[in-house]
């Protein structure tokens, strides 16, 4: 049927116009609106999203464009199998084999959870069955995000399934939306797609199982307007935190006039191979999906993004992060005892906190020398490391180094002890061959023994060293012919049960083991989002770290992950200057993976004076509000600053990629300053007796005068950078 034709039978079916009751449920926070009414029919309807106004009454006259005769279409939790013909975000099969489902109105409550957090519960039941589902809303005040997800529950004679149970149907009334998403491969992660959303249905998913995020990231940007910028336009910005298979479709309902456009944003848990049966009693929660709305840009959205997830997404937000060094890189899987132990020296030499040994360290029957072998077996190799893990920890400790260890607890080498011992633990379906990627296969997770191995590896290493202060938790294949065997013919929800498996024991972990810092890792950033995160410290966005790819990539993660989450290390990878690398790593997190002894004594002076400042600094890098200035994706600069809260200290980042003999210089226009202050503006990041780059370094400017007539760009030749810091006077 085409659509016109479904807009028919859907305009039958529904008693139109439906009245509005006067009664608002708005769900606001400091700058941003979303509002709901419920119709005669008891149906809720979505009525506005946008800036907040002036007070509740107002939206109900404010978008034409969810003002449309057939309100039904605006519907807040579009249901599957009744008269909404379109994608649903819930549809279900009823004990009694009814597969359809009606959602009314029943109750509404909102309350302060929290000095800055409003929360707004709306139930909806079936009218004919005891279905419910309850919307969530998180309001974060000041943040400017909101945090929507369901409960949905039954008491009906038998199990319901679950076909889709989304997290959210949110409407946007624009006349046109451009959707960026970000799409990636190994080592190629975050890169922007910006494109017209044209009738249909696009979606960002995943199907992979574990490290979900490795080729779409669960973020997206969407304007009304191409050339959203970061200082002007609207920009709807959302997340999925969810570490199993999702889905965000956008469903694309081009109406016409007296419709209105209409576009569903429906994002949750991907429905492929994952109905729910769910049982009389039994609560299903959707994952959170994470949104605000800026009509100044997206480097707001990015900054209220921050906000939101120092203090309420990510583990531990306020809690200073650890500059390490990292021995990848520097000696993949070829190292011993003392080899590792003669690096402490140089982290020392850097000044930096931790030390952080990598892959390579355990198995004994069948050792970790490569990737082929050892994963599963989580004892030290007594030929590497004789003294076993707690001896390296001693090592470091005495030298003043906190130390951390790599794992991937989920996954196991065929040639490995547990193998031997637990064929019945791995995820392989009957009747296939075992299908190897990186020579190794997934635990199944869904069983409690294999739950309990798994937060044994992390409890046994921090009994055996509980001076461990950091863990890498790494992930380095999809899940594919999966099959739980502890599910047995019950298989539907596995990619569902093996997400909750995970949470369930990350929570565990976390639970034992507060303090613990947690890296999460995923081939690189095949893991980053915000459902996992919730448990984690910070994380590994590429095994990327040519420094100039790195700039593109920090860019664009940047816009949903502050700094201080964002694992960013000087390496050797990069013809590029050891000052440039560590200009684009100070501007993350900053680490190395490099053998410090190789540096010559130049370098190692410099690589101590920018930890120095990237320690002094760190604060205002980790906390600061980010103000991304000149894009590489656009150019062949780059700038980006940080400003603290109180607008007293700065830092200005510039990097020159590539540039070209007719380049133009970029306009340079500073932001988030006060512009009644004076700053002086230091370069750093040099050594003693170089000349600053910086032509005017030293001198005091206006906060009006950098953000108004900004600063002259100075950074003329390819693969040049310079960091810039201001002080209020
Ligand atoms: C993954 C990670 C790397 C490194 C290796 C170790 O690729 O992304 O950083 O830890 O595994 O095998």
Redesign the pocket.
Known sequence: MNLKNQLCCLLAAVSFPAAIFAQNIAITTDHVALVYQVDTNKQLQQVYLGKKLSSASVYRDVNPGYRNENATLNTAYATGGATYLNEPAIAVQHADGNRSLVLDYISSQTKNIAPDVVQTDIQLKDPAYPFFVTLHYKAFQQEDIIETWTTIWQEEKGAVTLDRYASAFINIAWPQNYLTHFYGEYEKEMEPYQSLLQPGIFSIQSKLGVRTAANYNPSFLLSPASDVSETSGEVLAGTLAYSGNFNIQFENLKLNIDMGNNLKIIPGINAYASAYELRPGEKFETPRFIFTYSNTGRGQVSRNFHHWAIDHGIWNGHQKRLTLLNN?EATYFSFNQDTIAGLFDGAKQLGLDLFLL??GWFGNKYPRNN?RAGLGDWQANKRKLPGGVGYLVKEATARGLKFGI?IEPEMVNPASELYEKHKDWLMIAPNRPEHLYRTQLVLDLINPKVQDFVFGVIDSLMQQAPGIAYM?W?C?RSMDNAYSPCLGKKQNALYVRYTQAYYKVLGRIRAKYPDLDMML?A??GGRVEYGAMKYFNEF?PS?NTYPKDRVRLQWTTSYFYPALTMCAHVTAAGRESLKYKMDVAMSGKLGFDIVVKKLTEGELSLARTTVDNYHRLQQVISYGDLYRLISPYATNFASLMYVNGSKTRALVFAYSQETMQQDTWPEWKLQGLDPKKHYRIKEINLLNDTRPQFPESGQVFSGETLMAQGLKWYLKKSETSSVLELEAM
């Open positions: 990848w990598d892959d990737s790599w890498k790494d380095n890792c081939s690189g590994w095994d």
